[in-house]
């Protein structure tokens, strides 16, 4: 017996899947015509959540299935045969709702490299209006910052003694200071800029969604998990989705836009028979359209999380080791917004090389006043600071594909980490870099005592291997389908999908390389510039 048809809920100009950060940007911007009938679809539910809004809450947020798609990456080699647990936001904001909330944008030398990769309109020149666009930052205004847009960009609510030492001791490594790692070169040791206002998280369903839900040609569906795009003669026709036991349809008379992020759309371009036909074949879809770049491409922030053993300064470890501590943390919160309640997860930031072979800063390191196995694991007890490097332009490629024809399965993320030789040197070399940092003359009165990788490990081999053991993702994956003009590009310059009229993508999976920082900032940035596009289309 065949399926039962999906139920129409109508016909919209623009539907929108995925109401994450791009999701959102792009339903504000979409439905500020008043003739355009936009329908946003979110999986996930509300953000309306304690942990959601308190920033040390990204401790809880993540690995909370109602907050989460709980993803996890395939055994990887290049980590020594481990699995990761691979987050990404299932609520409205998407990502924002549970990311770390650092606004940065990356250097003008990695856009000015997606237009050299013949990307017209997509160098440093070109995108920096639109970060400004939707900024509301913390100083004034400026040939960098905006004071005008929806996204708060805040300066973080405490600091630590602790802290502002390992920027002083950066300093000795001939690392300058900086107050502002948005200016196209990062280079230099500072506090992270955040999305918070006044001490709570600021995502994007705060920025974006909430001043616009009034608007009558604007639809939002939650609980909306989209099963396939449909097609007709090349084109996108609409969607199907299920919610609440039913399956659903919308149908689009200009374009469907896809902002799942780097893990979900592909994964649905591939449900709907676009990708490569291979993939497709072998779980018995039928290929509508063949895009053998789909789901290739995946690049990923790898983090190699050393940790130091501490004396003589508080950390949120034995800060928060004991009831009386919990409280006084919770009261200071309660009563000011302030303390390490308000922290980002990484609240100092250093951008630096981790050999003079680069002509900039190619390593990242995000520093902690604290130290834990995994997130949402508990605190040690002891104080500690985590001392996190990450490659900021890694060579490694994997892929992301479905791994059977049911939309309800997860699929098969393969971040291919460390599986380069220069990735390797990398990585050998930033836990050589943390340890001449923790080696510092400023640092010395704090008796720092490296707990892993451990001092014994030294040779390249060693630390790679080592690399492999104690490096986690920091959340950062992209370009699965990428923007570009040869055979592997998914998208055009203009982001819509080679070969398939009114259907467009504007999420991180679009991205050729990699940012050379946290990339939730340069999403935004992306949906603004697609609403553009989207908008010329429909004009013409």
Known sequence: MDAPQPTSIGQFDYIVVGAGTAGCVLANRLSADPNARVLLLEAG????????????????????????WCFKTEPEPGLNGRALDYPRGKVLGGCSSINGMIYMRG??????????????????????????????????????HGVSGELRVEQQRLHWPVLDAVRE?????????????????????????VNQRRGLRWNARKAFLDPVRH?????????????????????????????????LRADVTREVVLASGAIGTPKLLELSGIGPGEVLSQHGIAVKHELPGVGENLQDHLQI?????????????????????KLRVAAEYALRRSGPMAMAPSQLGIFTRSSSAYASANIEYHVQPLSLEAFGQPLHREPALT????????????????????PGDAPQIRPNYLSTEADRIVAADSIRHARKLMATRRLSGYRPIELKPGPTVTSDDQLA????????????????????????????PELAVHGIRRLSIADASVMPTIPSGNTNAAVTMIAEKAADFIRARSRA
Not at 45 to 68: A, E, F, K, Q
Not at 114 to 136: C, T
Not at 177 to 190: I, L, M, W, Y
Not at 218 to 226: F, K, N, P, Q
């Open 305 to 325: 999380r050393t940790v130091f053993g501490i004396t003589g300064a508080r950390t949120l470890n034995d800060m928060t080791a004991g009831w009386s501590g």
């Open 107 to 144: 250097q003008a030398a990695d856009y000015d490299g997606w237009r050299q990769m013949g990307n017209a309109g997509w160098g440093w020149d070109d995108v920096l209006p639109y970060f400004i666009k939707s900024e509301h930052h913390y100083g004034a205004a400026d040939d960098y």
């Open 215 to 247: 608007r009558r040609n604007l639809r939002i569906e939650t609980g909306a998990e989209v099963e396939r795009i449909t097609l007709a003669d090349g084109h996108a026709t609409g969607i199907e989705f299920g919610r609440a036991g039913r399956r």
């Open 465 to 492: 291997r080592a690399a492999g053991d104690i490096a986690t993702t920091i959340f950062h994956p992209v370009g699965t389908a990428r923007m570009g003009q040869d055979a592997m590009a998914v998208v055009s």
């Open 45 to 68: 539910g509300s953000d309306n959540r304690l942990w959601v809004h308190i920033p040390v809450g990204y401790l809880y947020t993540m690995g909370d299935r109602r907050l989460d």
């Open 387 to 406: 001392v996190s490097v990450c490659n900021l332009r890694p060579e490694s490629r994997g892929s992301c594909h479905i791994g059977s024809a049911s």
């Open 169 to 193: 001791a950066a300093a000795e490594l001939g690392i300058p200071p900086v107050d502002d790692f948005n200016r196209g070169d990062n280079e230099g040791a500072g506090y992270f800029a």
